[in-house]
């Protein structure tokens, strides 16, 4: 069947989303991503991997964290990057997303890092680079609506293998509002395509998405319960716009029934590690004394994110 | 002008008729079936040996854009578009710009399409004045400059005292009330049907509650009120049971469904494919199926094209930024043929469904070929295809979800009170 994010020899054209990619593919970019934490450690922070190579970061939401991270891991693979805020740019005068790639394309781009607020919006860039013949760019989805943050998913991964060693005896936890989430749909299709047996999936009714049960994960609503002798603990954002409406009523009765605390934390395993896509909500959904504690690995989260996104780039610039 | 079809196989679902017989078309009426009138001489004849002679298509859901979006599509584009696909009568939803709420703008857009002089048009008031659910339009007035029933489009009334009122008021005429299923503040930002298909793309959804809920209004006040419904573009299993009991109880209820829904589901988004952004939503598997059975029993009397040009801007943009809609005058006969050969009904069957049943609900003579009856005919080569491209598709509208596929059924001539206004090229 035919797979927008493969070429014709099946190897990695964009990278869209964790949802309909092989094993092998995830594996091969976990296991490329494992010498490039070492280059963080040298003194010369640099390979010339992508030398000569533009790549353009297309930020039509805001981020600071995500942009720097694929900023830092494309100049360390040395190619030249430019950096796009086009919440700020182009659209507002009304150009459409395709008339940004258009233009850009003429600017010899090679690669294109997006982040856009509606689901799809990267799948419509690689369909029209198909169409137009452009083969020779990629792309790579930085986050789109609610439906894919896979460098995301693919460091979750990373952070995973390098504490647990191996998938397939795991049980892990996504605690949140899922049904918002880009970083859980693609925690959950990594977790599952890795063969991890058990996935959980813990919060209110309200903040799951319809058909949950049938993406290969259990659901829980009573935290307590979900928690109980996981190994991984993988924690949400929480939006503050949702926190009070009609999905919740306050985020203080949020973290009293779902925030991550050391009482609740205790019924996972002793061993468990505890992770958070960041920007993090202290009090809301995990508590400071957790977010600061032993079991934490939220900050190398951040540091094998880097080297996770230099093995995507390496990857699909090699041609 | 005198017009003799011969050799062709007649097939007339208001008559149950389907069997080879020539027919003879005098002063734009059909003079006869089967035996030359006397003293009959053809100015021209249309050999139709090999194929099917039935009546002009009639679509109950064309929106020809005009008034107001004139960019989107024309009547010219459009009514071509209809002769090519064999539709020689149009109900015309009233969500043009301003919406269809003035006898003034009705008169006109009869008169536009009386100039251009090919498929019959049959306008469907605004229920509401702009459609806005608050204040009931002219409904008397509306029917005399020609609108045939009231609708709100896809914009229902929020309001359940007005809409109340204004089937009561409806229903004092005896004028029927079209209705779409939408509770609009159950489904504010979604885009696709509330399943897994949405789950997994991350596309914020619609509930299939948000059609239940409407159908449990509608039928309780057609209820009380008496009056009579028609359902537009049922989405769903559990709606079409709703509907299926309000009929039996013996509410005057009638419905249709789109050939986009009768044919695809939630999965044919694929990679967030925009032709499939359509209002109502695709649905589950389920749900089509149970749409395609209903339509075979009976128990949906009509199918419709919901012909909705949309341009490339409005397509070539993130699904869920994308405009709803699909062009489809063109795809209502290959699509109807292609479910009636899947489910083995008869050509007459299979053909009643875009004939004399629509043109009941409309409440006109159209749809049929009696001695007599206006001469709207439609022939078409039942063993042709029809090819869906952009370059091929006559409307303005150039997306549609089935662009690429090989349909059966390929209209050869399309009449209009016994004129040929669609021949092979």
């Known amino acids: 069947m035919y797979n927008p994010q493969l070429n014709s020899h099946g190897e990695l054209q964009h990278l869209l989303s964790l949802d309909g990619l092989p094993r092998e593919i995830l594996t091969a970019i976990l296991d490329t991503a494992a010498p490039f934490t070492e280059v963080a450690e040298r003194e010369v922070k640099k390979l010339p991997i992508l030398r000569g190579k533009s790549i353009f970061n297309l930020f039509f939401e805001n981020s600071t964290r995500t942009r720097t991270t694929f900023e830092i891991a494309a100049k360390r693979l040395s190619a030249d990057v430019i950096n796009l805020n086009i919440s700020t740019s182009s659209t507002n005068k009304g150009e459409t997303l395709l008339d940004t790639v258009d233009n850009l394309c003429a600017m010899q781009a090679d690669m294109f890092v997006v982040r856009h607020a509606s689901s799809g919006a990267p799948y419509l860039m690689a369909e029209h680079l198909r169409a137009t013949g452009r083969d020779d760019i990629h792309v790579i989805n930085a986050g789109d609506g609610r439906h894919a943050h896979p460098t995301q998913g693919l460091l979750d991964m990373y952070t995973i293998r390098h504490y647990k060693q191996d998938f397939t005896g795991l049980a892990v936890a996504i605690v949140g509002d899922v049904l918002h989430s880009r970083v859980a749909r693609s925690q959950i299709a990594a977790l599952t395509t890795l063969g991890v047996p058990e996935v959980r999936v813990i919060g209110p009714k309200t903040l799951m998405p319809t058909g949950l049960d049938k993406m290969g994960v259990r659901v829980f609503h009573d935290m307590r319960e979900g928690l109980k002798d996981v190994d991984v603990v993988m924690m949400l954002r929480l939006q503050n716009e949702r926190m009070a409406g009609p999905l919740l009523p306050s985020g203080q009765e949020f973290f009293k029934v779902w925030g991550l605390t050391a009482e609740k934390l205790a019924l996972a395993r002793p061993d468990a590690i505890v992770m958070h896509p960041g920007p993090m909500n202290r009090g809301v959904e995990i508590d400071s004394a957790v977010a600061d504690g032993a079991q934490a690995v939220i900050l190398p989260q951040v540091t094998f994110g880097i080297a996770v996104r230099m093995a995507v780039m390496s990857m699909l610039g090699r041609g | 002008m005198n017009i003799h079809i011969a050799n062709g196989r007649l097939v007339d679902p208001a008559h149950e008729i389907d069997r080879p017989a020539d027919l003879f078309i005098a002063d734009g009426k059909v003079a006869a079936i089967g035996t030359r009138p006397d003293g009959f001489a053809a100015d021209t004849t249309i050999e139709a040996s090999g194929l099917v002679v039935c009546p002009g298509l009639v679509d109950l859901a064309a929106r020809l854009r005009e008034p107001g979006f004139e960019y989107l599509a024309t009547l010219d584009s459009e009514m071509e578009a209809a002769m090519a ?121 619609i509930p299939t509650a948000a059609e239940t809920m409407a159908l449990f209004t509608y039928i309780e006040l057609a209820r009380l009120t008496g009056a009579s419904l028609h359902i537009t573009r049922l989405s769903s299993a559990e709606g079409l049971e709703l509907v299926r009991r309000a009929r039996a109880e013996g509410l005057d209820i ?33 749900d089509r199926d149970a749409l395609r059975a209903g339509l075979a029993s009976g128990e949906v009397d009509a199918l419709c094209s919901n012909h909705t040009p949309v341009d490339d801007d409005a397509k070539q943009i993130p699904f869920s930024e994308a405009e709803a809609g699909a062009t489809g005058l063109e795809l209502l006969l290959p699509l109807t043929l292609k479910w009636g050969h899947a489910h083995k009904l008869s050509l007459c069957d299979t053909l009643r469904r875009i004939t004399i049943a629509p043109a009941r609900i409309i409440g006109s003579k159209a749809g049929q070929l009696a001695a007599g009856a206006r001469a709207d005919v439609c022939i078409f080569d039942p063993a042709g295809e029809t090819t869906v491209t952009r370059t091929q598709l006559r409307s303005q509208g150039k997306n549609t979800p089935f662009l690429g596929h090989n349909l059966p059924g390929r209209v050869c001539y399309t009449l209009v009170e016994g004129k040929v206004m669609f021949s092979p090229a």
């Open chain 2, 85 to 205: 696909g064999g539709v020689t009568s149009l109900a015309i939803p009233p969500d043009t710009d301003p919406p269809l709420d003035e006898p003034g703008l009705v008169e006109m857009l009869c008169y536009r399409a009386k100039l251009l002089n090919k498929a019959h048009i049959y306008p469907v008031g605004a229920l509401t004045e702009r459609l806005e659910g608050k204040r009931l339009s002219e409904m008397a007035e509306l029917v005399d400059a020609g609108c045939v029933a009231f609708s709100q489009a896809n914009v229902p009334i929020d309001d359940p005292q007005v809409l109340f009122c204004a089937l009561q008021y409806a229903a004092t005429f005896g004028f029927r009330v079209w209705l779409q299923p939408i509770t609009p503040r159950f489904a504010r930002e979604g885009v696709a049907h509330d399943g897994e298909v949405a789950s997994r793309l991350g596309l914020p959804g």
């Open chain 2, 254 to 286: 009638t419905c249709d469904v789109s050939i986009n829904h009768l044919h695809l589901c939630d999965m044919d988004i694929g990679y967030f494919d925009a032709n499939c952004r359509l209002c109502p939503p695709l649905r589950s598997q389920r």
